[in-house]
């Protein structure tokens, strides 16, 4: 069974630009929640969809969005890039997004420079 | 809301040695606590997770934690450290998915 696949791997952008992450959630897994990963910050929550819609939302600014297909895929996007940004960004698929302790499994990120 | 410490960014002990890396959480409602592990330019592995089923919790690689309410710690350890558990490990509790928060991470080095 396939774990969770996020592409690209590494990229790297200019400040300003815009940047788009890919994610695909396990099979069968409908629930798929996006974390940013820098060294100051630690692990941040950005945002969980479920069924093609946005359920929670973390604390950073209207620039990140994101947005889940009706396969559950799920894509970010990032737009006038910040120095700041650069980071790892983490997918990860759960079967539901609900109470249930259900386990959240993690891709290898996306590794994101801005120069 | 829910909180996790973990004690001690870094922990270096020898091959052989027991690991044990500390976590203490903060919730208003019984959590879900978990594990896991992160090698170098890798995403999260889980590494085990309490769901009140028991509190001895075993977990892959070895890897044990307890839970300990009156405590409120969740620490985790391995008998014998490898050379291969050398990575960061996070200690993370949720109620709900998009309510996962983690510690800051603790960086284990393996001395041979």
């Known amino acids: 069974k396939a774990g969770v696949t996020q592409t690209p791997r590494y990229l790297i952008k200019t400040r300003g630009q815009q940047v788009t992450l890919s994610c695909s959630p396990i099979s069968g897994h409908r629930s798929v929640s996006w974390y940013q990963q820098t060294p100051g910050q630690g692990l941040q929550f950005l945002f969980e969809?479920?069924?093609?819609?946005?359920?929670n939302k973390g604390n950073f600014p209207g620039r990140f969005s994101g947005r889940q297909f009706s396969n559950s895929r799920s894509e970010m996007n990032v737009s006038t890039l910040e120095l700041g940004d650069s980071a790892l960004y983490l997918c990860a698929s759960s079967l539901a997004p609900d109470n249930s302790g259900n386990t959240i499994y993690f891709g290898e990120g996306s590794w994101l420079t801005v120069v | 809301a829910q909180s996790v410490t973990q004690l001690g960014s870094h922990v270096s002990v020898s091959e052989g040695a027991l690991v044990l890396l500390r976590c203490n959480y903060s919730s208003s409602v019984p959590p879900y606590l978990f594990w896991y592990v992160q090698y170098p330019n890798q995403g999260l592995q889980l590494l085990l997770k309490y769901t009140s089923a028991a509190t001895l919790v075993k977990g892959i690689n070895g890897f044990e934690a307890e839970f300990k309410k009156s405590e409120t710690s969740f620490h985790l350890t391995k008998p014998s450290a490898h050379m291969s558990d050398a990575a960061e490990y996070f200690c993370a509790v949720s109620t709900r998915v998009s309510d996962m928060r983690f510690g800051a991470g603790t960086r284990l080095t393996v001395k041979p």
């Open positions: 969809y479920f069924s093609e819609t946005q359920r």
